[in-house]
């Protein structure tokens, strides 16, 4: 193995339940967190012949995040990777570099983008090398069943790949993922193999198409498929479109105006018209989420910032770092143990390992290195008589008492309990808004002219 993928040992990463000395002396017993984590991956860090007719010869992924510019002083961009460096996808070494990475730091299995479009694939060569290769890490597919469009230079109804669900797709789309699902690697429940599937609602009738899935899977020998899709904004429950879960996907459903930084940066660029959004609330409403009735695998992301793609129009969470991203992760371990601490589906999503156009990315960088790895270890081990990792409302508490702390770090003049009083209350947006949201969409200007509104009404 590389070396220099080999992480510190420690007494704790050596052993799955070691020894922990606390600072009066004692020994407290650790334990080993069992949840099975599943980063989304991009696999569009290779040149195809349609990204270099769309955006100009030799155009991968590297080329938006090369080209990010900052926007405010202290603006982290462009984002510069560091281990890994510019990685070619044409090639399966990598792959097998970042799969070797990803399983030193805890991570069970990578969630690979798929592009099917009534038969045609594209980028589809990252996964195609990773089937055909020996590499030893758990994969499963999300289907990103939406229409490429023009939005990375503001032009959304230019449509480049449209996704037309022409009769007979249902079968052949099904039929296209058959060697996957057989492949040993593949990510299954009670054999059943997991399918992610990013906008459900896209589909004119999910239920149907996803019966058909199941049907066919079952004549290829599987005793069903493990539907789950992406929580979207125009989905409440998985029953609504025939799924078996919904995946928490932030920055969907976390970036409203209730997300808002309470002072934003001045920004430095005449142009720029995006938004903030501060983390610290973010993980306040992921923690105050309600625990569901159906069932919901949680997500988390480490930062987000699309100033690559779209400089004067991004989207940039502020206050984001690799210490409030650990602690969010410990919290959606202690949420899963304590909520659904059976099956083989203990999952939570991470959004994710290499999406640097969106700043969203665990690979190390040039900024922060292996930190978001180290954290996303070092939150797998816990203190068995810690009360903090015995229920979701302990769990809760611990984790707003760090978010207060953040927020005196950052203006030592607040008061703690009204800063942790107001992150306690702190709630996402209603079922009504999200609803209206999700049919909104569908027409992107009066989606955009509604929700300024909102944003203005609500400030």
Known sequence: MNRLFEPERSESAANPVGRDVSDSGRTVPE?????????????????????????????????????????????????????????????????AEQAALARQYGIHGFCFYHYWFSGRRILERPAENFLKSDIDIKFCLCWANENWTRTWDGDARSVLLEQKYAEGDDEAFIASLIDYFKDDRYIKIDGKPLLVVYHAKEIPNPKKSFAVWREFAKREGFPDLHIAAVDFYDISAPEECGADALVEFPPHKFIGSESRPDRSPVTTNPEFSGRFVDYRKMVAQSVNRPVPAFRLYRGIIPSWDNTARRQNTATTIINSNPSLYGRWLRYLRAYRRTEFDTGEDNFIFINAWNEWGEGCHLEPDQKWGLSYLEETRGSSFYKRDDAAEQSIEAARSSAIETLTQAFLDSDPA???????????????????????????VRWPWLHRTVKTIFQKINA
Do not use: C
């Open 31 to 95: 334990s080993t967190d069992t949840s099975k984590l599943i980063a989304f991956y991009l696999p569009q860090f290779h040149r195809v012949k349609e990204n270099s007719a769309w955006w100009g010869p030799g155009f991968t992924e590297w080329t938006n995040v090369a080209r990010g510019r900052p926007n405010f002083d202290g603006h982290y961009q462009p984002h510069i990777p560091r281990e890994l460096g510019f990685y070619d996808l044409s090639y399966v070494e990598p792959l």
């Open 414 to 440: 607040t008061d703690a309990r009204t800063i942790a009083e107001k992150l306690s209350d702190y709630r996402p947006p209603s079922q009504f808004t999200r609803k209206l949201s999700g049919i909104l």
